[in-house]
Structures are given as structure tokens and as C-alpha cells.
């Protein structure tokens, strides 16, 4: 990996922050070059939220990039608003529990999985955006999933320890996902 750049985009309360902030700190465990770059409206929850990541083995020039490797969403007006965004060759990670539509663009990859659906039929509704995380490490190379796990384990607080496991399965369930 040289340089990879993510934008998680979606509703408030679905943890799209966290999602973006556990990338970045798998980054920094792995010493490598890191941005996190959160944008969120006034709304506690309901209200739009995302993240830029980028990832990289150089100094990063900018935290934005307007054309991201990857764009994963989790909400229809999101992903209206960013699809066109991605860069060729790049890849869409779309929640097609809350996004029926699908992208006509060629020169991307494709991944549609039922993130919320799959989270609340596996008794764990909060952690959708844990499965799709799961399913970027199965569709890029950006990290392994031990390497995810590790950083994981290092930055959940005490209080949440408990949630450790969960949050694995749900990783596992988004990587071994197949449509």
C-alpha cells in the first residue's frame, strides 16, 4: 500500500465516525502516515455525517481528497451526493439495506451488502458499520484483519472491553460476506 484514501458517509448514530477513527488508528499502529478528517451536521443523531481517511506510507499533502479510493455509505442521500466522487478503479462499499439503488458506473467496483439488515438479525443492530468495515478489508488490501483486530483491542476504552468480541464477529461477518 502506498497511499489509500476512505469516505465513510451516512447518518449521524450509525458510527460512521468511529468506523473512520478505528482505520485511522490501525494506521497509526502500523506506523504509518495517517489523517482523520470529521465532518458532522448540528444534530446529534439523524443529521449527515462522514469521515475522510487516508492512509499512506508518504507525508500526506492534504486530509481531503475529492476523489476518494473508496466510498462507503450508509444512507440513500449519501450516497447520491458521493458515488460520482470515487476515483477510477476505486470502490463503492454501499448499505444496501438503506440504499436500493445501484450505481451505473464501469470503471469502479461494486459491493452491495445489507449491513443493517445482517447487524439486527445477528442480535448486534449497532454495528452495521463494523460489518462493512469488515467488508473493505475483504475488497482492498488496505489491511489485514488481524492487523484491524490488534488495533481494536489496543483502542477500545476499558468501559467497552466487553463489546470486543462483537465487534470481531461483526468484522468477520462484513469480510466473509458474499453477494
Given at each position: 500500500?502506498s497511499?489509500?484514501?476512505?469516505?465513510?458517509?451516512?447518518?449521524?448514530?450509525?458510527?460512521?465516525?468511529?468506523?473512520?477513527?478505528?482505520?485511522?488508528?490501525?494506521?497509526?499502529?502500523?506506523?504509518k502516515?495517517?489523517?482523520?478528517?470529521?465532518?458532522?451536521?448540528?444534530?446529534?443523531?439523524?443529521?449527515?455525517?462522514n469521515?475522510?481517511?487516508?492512509?499512506?506510507?508518504?507525508?500526506i499533502?492534504?486530509p481531503?481528497?475529492?476523489?476518494?479510493?473508496?466510498?462507503?455509505?450508509?444512507?440513500?442521500?449519501?450516497?447520491?451526493?458521493?458515488?460520482?466522487?470515487?476515483?477510477?478503479?476505486?470502490?463503492?462499499?454501499?448499505?444496501?439495506?438503506?440504499?436500493?439503488?445501484?450505481?451505473?458506473?464501469?470503471?469502479?467496483?461494486?459491493?452491495?451488502?445489507?449491513?443493517?439488515?445482517?447487524?439486527?438479525?445477528?442480535?448486534?443492530?449497532?454495528?452495521?458499520?463494523?460489518?462493512?468495515?469488515?467488508?473493505?478489508?475483504?475488497?482492498?488490501?488496505?489491511?489485514?484483519?488481524?492487523?484491524?483486530?490488534?488495533?481494536?483491542?489496543?483502542?477500545?476504552?476499558?468501559?467497552?472491553?466487553?463489546?470486543?468480541?462483537?465487534?470481531?464477529?461483526?468484522?468477520?461477518?462484513?469480510?466473509?460476506?458474499?453477494?
Amino acid at each position: 500500500m502506498s497511499t489509500h484514501s476512505v469516505f465513510i458517509a451516512g447518518f449521524g448514530g450509525q458510527g460512521i465516525l468511529f468506523a473512520g477513527k478505528q482505520l485511522a488508528l490501525a494506521g497509526m499502529y502500523l506506523n504509518k502516515k495517517v489523517t482523520w478528517l470529521p465532518s458532522y451536521g448540528p444534530e446529534t443523531r439523524g443529521g449527515s455525517s462522514n469521515c475522510t481517511v487516508i492512509i499512506s506510507d508518504e507525508e500526506i499533502g492534504s486530509p481531503i481528497t475529492p476523489h476518494p479510493d473508496t466510498l462507503i455509505v450508509m444512507n440513500l442521500p449519501m450516497y447520491t451526493k458521493f458515488q460520482k466522487s470515487i476515483a477510477k478503479g476505486g470502490n463503492l462499499i454501499c448499505d444496501s439495506s438503506l440504499i436500493n439503488e445501484k450505481s451505473d458506473r464501469e470503471d469502479i467496483n461494486k459491493y452491495y451488502i445489507p449491513a443493517t439488515t445482517i447487524a439486527y438479525d445477528n442480535d448486534m443492530p449497532i454495528l452495521a458499520n463494523v460489518i462493512m468495515l469488515g467488508k473493505l478489508l475483504s475488497a482492498t488490501n488496505i489491511f489485514t484483519m488481524d492487523e484491524l483486530v490488534m488495533s481494536m483491542q489496543k483502542s477500545i476504552p476499558q468501559s467497552k472491553k466487553d463489546l470486543l468480541d462483537m465487534n470481531i464477529k461483526a468484522l468477520n461477518i462484513g469480510f466473509d460476506y458474499a453477494e
